[in-house]
């Protein structure tokens, strides 16, 4: 369980994180989400006791990190996969951050094969890929067999298999009752793994949901409709609180209706209907939509910055 | 697969022990041995002790020049054999900032932070095994050169029960251990190997001929109290005139050790990583 409250960080006069307030629940996966730059991993470092709150709390299992005796066994964190000596080999690296917590060897072993890292356990870490180090960050926050897990971006670098492979592990490591407090700042893959959702952007919080219900309250459904009759069917659908939207000669998006009571009107009146869809906005649509006016670094069209 | 390997080894690691300052020692002992700059540094450091003592101890009292720049030629015996000390605490210096602006450079700070979060163990944990280690090796080193320089040098050389003697070998070991504590305690106030290298050196090598050169004749009472100054006192068989006795040079230099570890733990407590 991590519990935040009122927690806000500022660097001078810029704010990283603006008053969030949320609670982490264990048992399930909760994605933490937002553009570039809106204050996940600062939050997540917050967390764990690296930076210091401007003003606010945050707790991991009813306490701030830094009290618990047993820190590695109450959260787990890959935080940045370069978080580690390049010098040291991978066996070494987890070695020496299994004996501040008195965590036996055999578990080291056992981390390094659950990431699948045993054939380079005894290189240097500074040779290993974006995906390798990832994999290490991953052993590194499992190493205590912590009841939190916080993972910033960690499906950054890896290849499909690794992507596949982190969903299962969060999953599961949610099943086993743990809390799992992912970021991202993609809503794709958000949607695949997590049940509840943080959106953040520019430090404040936009939604705190479950992914269902993300999903209704950001963006309209909407009905696509085709018909040789337009004209007809346009006045038929057209009034209060029903947009009628042409997109083409003779296809419409209509939002306010739902697609049997626009067949049906159809049918009453005696209009073909050639095609009615009811177009869903995908998440990352969504997302786009709740986040467009938190965007920290917002790209414009150059006809639309004059 | 992966379900099974998290859930069985739940078990494994139960009772769940407590973090305290004898296994964050552990942990420092595993970091300091498992990168190669700790051995190279070791290498040289010793290399250079040992080297450059035989080298001065081989020309001491032939009348020949020693090289180097003319005002240092070694005056006594046990300096001559010691006169590496200078070059070994640039790799002992420089040991001591890699240890603690080494994880600043990689990031690895943040990792050990997570399994340290209450921060100070990490600091006094480094400073216990370094200190150790280093005092060890330099010390060794320091008798097997002045030992070795004395049987070059024959007839003039000096002997172990000399006044002084002693002391001076055991607080060259002193000497070259605290320096890499000064490096240890500047590479946590600057979190830059290069920065706390570049002060380290300036505060050891250059500082006290700067001073010479700047500081007017009325105060140069002051010069003895510079750290290199206060390490020759306590390093050195005898006391020229205007430096510190063997005993107040010591707690000069300590008192600059303090100084700067106490900053850095101020400064790793309370910022971020």
Same mark, same amino acid.
């Given at each position: 369980?991590?519990?935040?409250?009122?927690?806000?960080?500022?660097?001078?006069?810029?704010?990283?994180?603006?008053?969030?307030?949320?609670?982490?629940?264990?048992?399930?996966?909760?994605?933490? $989400?937002?553009?570039? @730059?809106?204050?996940?991993?600062?939050?997540?470092?917050?967390?764990?006791?690296?930076?210091?709150?401007?003003?606010?709390?945050a707790t991991v299992n009813g306490r701030p990190y830094a009290d618990h005796p047993d820190p590695l066994?109450?959260?787990?964190?890959?935080?940045?996969?370069?978080?580690?000596?390049?010098?040291?080999?991978?066996? !070494?690296?987890?070695?020496? $951050?299994?004996?501040?917590? @008195?965590?036996?060897?055999?578990?080291?072993?056992?981390?390094?094969?659950?990431?699948?890292?045993?054939?380079?356990?005894?290189?240097?870490? @500074?040779?290993?890929?974006?995906?390798?180090?990832?994999?290490?960050?991953?052993?590194?926050?499992?190493?205590?067999?912590?009841?939190?897990?916080? $993972?910033?971006?960690?499906?950054?670098?890896?290849?499909?298999?690794?992507?596949?492979?982190?969903?299962?592990?969060? !999953?599961?490591?949610?099943?086993?009752?743990?809390?799992?407090?992912?970021?991202?700042?993609?809503?794709?893959?958000?949607? $695949?793994?997590?049940?509840?959702?943080?959106?953040?952007?520019?430090? !404040?919080?936009?939604?705190?949901?479950?992914?269902?219900?993300?999903?209704?309250?950001? +963006?309209?459904?909407?009905?696509?409709?085709?018909?040789?009759?337009?004209?007809?069917?346009?006045?038929?659908? +057209?009034?209060?609180?029903?947009?009628?939207?042409?997109?083409?000669?003779?296809?419409?998006?209509?939002? @306010?209706?739902?697609?049997?009571?626009?067949?049906?009107?159809?049918?009453?009146?005696?209009?073909?209907?050639?095609?009615?869809?009811?177009? !869903?906005?995908?998440?990352?649509?969504?997302?786009?939509?709740?986040?467009?006016? +938190?965007?920290?670094?917002?790209?414009?069209?150059?006809?639309?910055?004059? | 697969?992966?379900?099974? %390997?998290?859930?069985?080894?739940?078990?494994?690691?139960?009772?769940?022990?407590?973090?305290?300052?004898?296994?964050?020692?552990?942990?420092?002992?595993?970091?300091?041995?498992?990168?190669?700059?700790?051995?190279? /540094?070791?290498?040289?450091?010793?290399?250079?002790?040992?080297?450059?003592?035989?080298? &001065?101890?081989?020309?001491?009292?032939d009348g020949s020049d020693p090289g180097g720049p003319p005002g240092n030629e070694p005056t006594d015996?046990?300096?001559?054999?010691? /006169?590496?000390?200078?070059?070994?605490?640039? %790799?002992?210096?420089?040991?001591?900032?890699?240890?603690? &602006?080494?994880?600043?450079?990689?990031?690895?700070?943040?990792?050990?932070?997570?399994?340290?979060?209450?921060?100070?163990?990490?600091?006094?944990?480094?400073? #216990?095994?370094?200190? *150790?280690?280093?005092?060890?090796?330099?010390?060794?080193?320091?008798?097997?050169?002045?030992?070795?320089?004395?049987?070059?040098?024959?007839?003039?050389?000096?002997?172990?029960?000399?006044?002084? *003697?002693?002391?001076?070998?055991?607080?060259?070991?002193?000497?070259?251990?605290?320096?890499?504590?000064?490096?240890?305690?500047?590479?946590?106030?600057?979190?830059? /190997?290069?920065?706390?290298?570049?002060?380290?050196?300036?505060?050891?090598?250059?500082?006290?001929?700067?001073?010479?050169?700047?500081?007017?004749?009325?105060?140069?009472? #002051?010069?003895?109290?510079?750290?290199?100054?206060?390490?020759?006192?306590?390093?050195?068989?005898?006391?020229?005139?205007?430096?510190?006795?063997?005993?107040?040079?010591? %707690?000069?230099?300590?008192?600059?050790?303090?100084? *700067?570890?106490?900053?850095? #733990?101020?400064?790793?407590?309370?910022?971020?990583?």
């Amino acid at each position: 369980m991590i519990e935040v409250h009122d927690l806000t960080k500022r660097y001078g006069d810029q704010t990283a994180v603006d008053g969030l307030t949320f609670t982490v629940k264990p048992g399930i996966v909760t994605g933490f $989400l937002g553009p570039n @730059g809106a204050g996940k991993s600062t939050t997540m470092r917050m967390i764990l006791g690296l930076d210091r709150p401007t003003s606010g709390t945050a707790t991991v299992n009813g306490r701030p990190y830094a009290d618990h005796p047993d820190p590695l066994h109450q959260a787990g964190a890959l935080l940045d996969a370069k978080s580690v000596h390049t010098g040291r080999s991978a066996y !070494r690296h987890l070695h020496a $951050l299994a004996a501040t917590t @008195g965590i036996p060897k055999s578990r080291v072993d056992e981390v390094i094969d659950i990431v699948g890292l045993h054939q380079v356990a005894r290189k240097r870490v @500074g040779g290993f890929s974006l995906g390798m180090g990832q994999r290490l960050g991953i052993a590194s926050a499992l190493l205590g067999d912590p009841d939190v897990v916080i $993972l910033d971006e960690p499906t950054n670098g890896l290849d499909p298999e690794g992507v596949l492979w982190i969903r299962n592990l969060m !999953r599961d490591l949610a099943a086993q009752g743990r809390t799992v407090f992912v970021s991202s700042h993609l809503m794709s893959e958000m949607a $695949l793994t997590a049940e509840h959702l943080i959106v953040i952007g520019k430090g !404040r919080m936009i939604a705190d949901t479950s992914v269902s219900g993300f999903i209704e309250n950001a +963006a309209n459904e909407s009905v696509r409709v085709r018909s040789p009759h337009a004209n007809a069917l346009h006045d038929l659908l +057209a009034g209060p609180g029903t947009t009628v939207l042409s997109v083409d000669r003779g296809l419409f998006e209509v939002t @306010g209706l739902t697609a049997e009571a626009i067949g049906d009107r159809a049918a009453a009146a005696g209009i073909a209907i050639h095609e009615l869809t009811v177009v !869903r906005p995908s998440l990352e649509e969504a997302f786009m939509e709740l986040t467009k006016d +938190a965007v920290e670094y917002q790209s414009t069209l150059i006809g639309e910055a004059r | 697969m992966t379900t099974a %390997a998290t859930l069985e080894t739940a078990a494994t690691i139960r009772p769940r022990k407590h973090v305290n300052l004898a296994r964050v020692v552990k942990s420092e002992w595993i970091k300091f041995w498992s990168v190669r700059s700790t051995w190279i /540094t070791l290498v040289v450091a010793v290399l250079l002790l040992v080297g450059f003592g035989l080298l &001065a101890s081989s020309m001491f009292g032939d009348g020949s020049d020693p090289g180097g720049p003319p005002g240092n030629e070694p005056t006594d015996p046990v300096g001559a054999s010691l /006169t590496g000390t200078n070059f070994a605490m640039l %790799a002992f210096g420089t040991l001591g900032v890699l240890v603690m &602006a080494g994880e600043y450079g990689t990031g690895m700070i943040r990792s050990s932070i997570t399994a340290v979060p209450r921060r100070l163990p990490l600091l006094w944990a480094k400073i #216990a095994v370094f200190t *150790v280690v280093v005092f060890t090796v330099a010390l060794a080193a320091s008798a097997v050169v002045f030992t070795a320089g004395q049987a070059v040098i024959g007839d003039g050389g000096a002997s172990w029960s000399d006044p002084g *003697v002693a002391r001076a070998v055991i607080g060259t070991a002193g000497l070259l251990t605290g320096s890499g504590l000064l490096g240890l305690g500047l590479g946590a106030l600057m979190r830059s /190997t290069p920065g706390a290298i570049t002060t380290l050196f300036g505060v050891m090598f250059l500082l006290a001929m700067v001073a010479a050169l700047l500081v007017p004749d009325s105060w140069s009472d #002051a010069v003895q109290y510079l750290p290199s100054e206060a390490g020759d006192a306590f390093t050195a068989v005898t006391q020229a005139d205007g430096t510190l006795s063997p005993l107040a040079g010591l %707690a000069v230099f300590g008192g600059y050790i303090a100084a *700067v570890v106490g900053a850095a #733990a101020w400064r790793i407590k309370r910022s971020d990583v």
